[in-house]
């Protein structure tokens, strides 16, 4: 069992930056793909970020590639997402995932842990 634990949320102005920590129980987290997904008030939870178990592969949906950059710390059992250049349509609960696999994608059903969320809020 892997229990995921979200911070780094809040509220920014359009333009602005966070970065969102994701940390993890277990000793098995190094050997698990990641994800970050978010999902706005009404629509569909959408992945947003994935990173494989050594780092050495990362996917992005395309509204947030080049803003946004996953990253992960095996020995600190972290995963984040830096954020920059936010905009309002950015807002929503972010959602830290965790699939058993190595190397995970998009696709929500591959993850099989999931985080309780944080808000995030950009303001216009």
């Known amino acids: 069992q892997v229990q995921l634990v979200e911070s780094g949320g809040g509220l920014v102005q359009a333009g602005g930056s966070l970065r969102l920590s994701c940390a993890a129980s277990?000793?098995?987290?190094?050997?698990?793909?990641m994800g970050w997904f978010r999902q706005a008030p009404g629509k569909e939870r959408e992945c947003v970020a994935a990173?494989?178990?050594?780092?050495?592969?990362?996917t992005y949906a395309d509204d947030v590639l080049g803003r946004f950059t996953i990253s992960r710390d095996n020995a600190k059992n972290t995963v984040y997402l830096q954020m920059n250049s936010l905009k309002p349509e950015d807002t929503a609960v972010y959602y830290c995932a965790a699939a058993k696999i190595m190397v995970a994608g998009m696709d929500k059903s591959e993850y099989d842990y999931w985080g309780q969320g944080t808000q995030v809020t950009v303001s216009s």
């Open positions: 277990g000793r098995t987290f190094s050997t698990y793909g």
């Open positions: 990173i494989s178990w050594s780092g050495g592969i990362t």
